[in-house]
């Protein structure tokens, strides 16, 4: 064999070695925000369907401390359980928490539209930017309006910051987040049966 042929078929591993390690930096996901130290309890959500596993969010009780308390509520009463991820938009995103319109065994056409029986929250607004892993709270275009629906970000999102309250972060199982059903329908709906919330607990 030549040199010049040795030369051609390095150049050309090369190459495939160099598009190869493009392509896999192009899927993998961001990195997780950085911790935040901050006192609270964790929700342990069990999610079931296309993904399977524990999500475990880190609740900000000091940085939002009524909307914290919402979500602990409506964990312990058992109002997040059996409810769905209705709203999936990969590279941004998966909504759930409709307690209203979201369980898994009723009619979910109308979920996100709902909230609990609870009255809305105003804004609690911080400095903290909505990247991976951070967890805000739904709400209408009225800023006070937080109820029960929440948010995950899949990836940073910097048009979001002081918008939303931000509420917690994932510290465990972003391999359950990532693998969550997306949506194809309007607005990321999930169409078919969504991934769910099969429990949602709170750990302190």
């Given at each position: 064999?030549?040199?010049?042929?040795?030369?051609?078929?390095?150049?050309?591993?090369?190459?495939?070695?160099?598009?190869?390690?493009y392509?896999?930096?192009?899927?993998?996901?961001?990195?997780?925000?950085?911790?935040?130290?901050?006192?609270?309890?964790?929700?342990?959500?069990?999610?079931?369907?296309?993904?399977?596993?524990?999500?475990?969010?880190?609740?900000?009780?000091?940085?939002?401390?009524?909307?914290?308390?919402?979500?602990?509520?409506l964990?312990?009463?058992?109002?997040?359980?059996?409810?769905?991820?209705?709203?999936?938009?990969?590279?941004?995103?998966?909504?759930?928490?409709?307690?209203?319109?979201?369980?898994?065994?009723?009619?979910?056409?109308?979920?996100?539209r709902?909230?609990?029986?609870?009255?809305?929250?105003?804004?609690?607004?911080?400095?903290?930017?909505?990247?991976?892993?951070?967890?805000?709270?739904?709400?209408?275009?009225?800023?006070?309006?937080?109820?029960?629906?929440?948010f995950?970000?899949?990836?940073?999102?910097?048009n979001?910051?002081?918008?939303?309250?931000?509420v917690?972060?994932?510290?465990?199982?972003?391999?359950?987040?990532?693998?969550?059903?997306?949506?194809?329908?309007?607005?990321?709906?999930?169409?078919?049966?969504?991934?769910?919330?099969?429990?949602?607990?709170?750990?302190?």
């Amino acid at each position: 064999m030549s040199r010049q042929t040795l030369v051609a078929g390095a150049l050309f591993a090369l190459g495939l070695a160099i598009l190869g390690a493009y392509a896999y930096s192009q899927m993998r996901p961001e990195a997780p925000a950085e911790p935040i130290v901050t006192k609270g309890d964790l929700l342990e959500i069990t999610v079931a369907g296309q993904a399977h596993g524990k999500i475990v969010i880190k609740l900000f009780e000091d940085i939002a401390p009524r909307h914290a308390e919402r979500l602990k509520t409506l964990a312990a009463s058992g109002a997040y359980d059996g409810v769905v991820f209705h709203r999936v938009i990969d590279g941004f995103m998966v909504q759930t928490g409709d307690v209203q319109y979201g369980k898994a065994d009723g009619d979910i056409s109308r979920a996100g539209r709902g909230a609990s029986d609870l009255p809305d929250l105003p804004l609690e607004a911080s400095q903290i930017p909505f990247e991976r892993g951070i967890v805000g709270m739904a709400r209408s275009s009225d800023p006070n309006s937080g109820n029960s629906q929440f948010f995950i970000m899949f990836a940073a999102s910097p048009n979001l910051n002081g918008q939303y309250t931000v509420v917690g972060q994932v510290i465990e199982g972003f391999d359950v987040l990532d693998a969550i059903k997306r949506g194809k329908g309007p607005n990321g709906a999930v169409l078919g049966a969504p991934d769910v919330m099969k429990t949602v607990r709170v750990v302190q």
